[in-house]
């Protein structure tokens, strides 16, 4: 069978997100899946899984900011900064609201943040996670994200509190929590976790995936997919002929000026930094990505579709 698109997928908690796409790629019985932004097994709500050709815009995907709402439990400081991992800390200090509102505008805007230790960032080669948890000594650096809103939903009672957060990549809800706790001379762990949002998608076009079988029917996924292009329409693009697509499918060059007439569109492109994609496209049917080298168009990516 071949399929290409996009799956969004309301993940349930206690599931990791390699186990979504297995599941998926068992049930298409098809080998290209990977998914974009990674939901840990404690954390449920919007996963993106790529089947096929989609697999190449995976990047796309994850560039886009994401919104969240979750609980944070004052008091404790957990070896995974969530309910998953044992309690390290413990304090009986609690914050009030006022304390909890005053603290949160620290924490907007470009921020520096340590991810958590248990995490995929790869240390010397190895997974994060798996050091710590042989126990293994190491330290990793502080990463600047971008946190465009973050704001208390309710205070639940002295132990726990709401909140909701739009975010850059990169952020770690985990470290968002634990470092907002001990900004208040408290510990806290993250106890609910839950994606709502990536760009302009959200719950509303996710799936449930029924755990209880064995196999998920083929059919309840195929009829969920959305084309690759749907991923693709807020990037700039160029449209080709048919020719110019011959040529860039066989990883030739053309010139801007071919492509482009417009001095203010062509400046446009040229003005575009190397980690933003950008796409040719025949009749709004997607061709590749390209990057302009020397007012060159050069394919980077080829979509077999």
Excluded at 76 to 94: N, Y
Excluded at 143 to 153: C, L, M, P
Excluded at 236 to 243: G, S, V
Aim: glycine share 6%; proline share 3%.
């Amino acid at each position: 069978m071949r399929v290409n698109g996009w799956l969004f997928v309301d993940k349930p908690e206690g599931i990791s997100s390699r186990k979504v796409v297995d599941l998926i790629s068992n049930s298409l019985s098809v080998k290209k899946v990977g998914h974009a932004g990674t939901l840990d097994p404690m954390a449920s709500g919007l996963l993106p899984i790529a089947i096929g050709e989609a697999t190449k815009t995976i990047g796309v995907i994850q560039q886009l900011k994401k919104r969240y709402k979750f609980i944070i439990k004052w008091g404790e400081k957990t070896s995974t900064d969530d309910k998953m991992g044992a309690i390290i800390s413990s304090t009986s200090i609690r914050p009030n609201l006022n304390t909890i509102n005053e603290n949160i505008k620290n924490f907007i805007g470009k921020i520096e943040q340590i991810p958590p230790k248990f995490s995929a960032i790869k240390l010397n080669g190895k997974r994060a996670y798996m050091l710590a948890r042989k126990n293994k000594k190491f330290s990793l650096n502080s990463r600047t994200v971008f946190i465009e809103t973050f704001q208390i939903k309710k205070y639940l009672d002295e132990n726990h509190c709401s909140f909701e957060c739009t975010c850059s990549k990169g952020t770690y809800i985990r470290a968002l929590g634990r470092d907002l706790a001990e900004a208040m001379n408290c510990f806290g762990h993250l106890y609910e976790l839950r994606r709502t949002h990536i760009g302009n998608f959200s719950n509303k076009c996710a799936i449930l995936l029924d755990l209880s079988k064995k196999l998920i029917h083929s059919s309840a996924i195929l009829k969920n997919i959305l084309p690759i292009e749907k991923v693709l329409e807020s990037l700039p693009f160029i449209n080709l002929t048919e020719k110019q697509e011959i040529a860039m499918r066989n990883g030739q060059r053309i010139r801007l000026d071919e492509l482009i007439e417009d001095e203010q569109k062509k400046n446009f492109f040229l003005n575009k930094s190397n980690d933003t994609y950008m796409i040719c496209k025949n009749k709004n049917r997607p061709i590749c990505f390209f990057k302009i080298d020397n007012n060159f168009v050069k394919p980077t990516r080829v979509f077999n579709l």
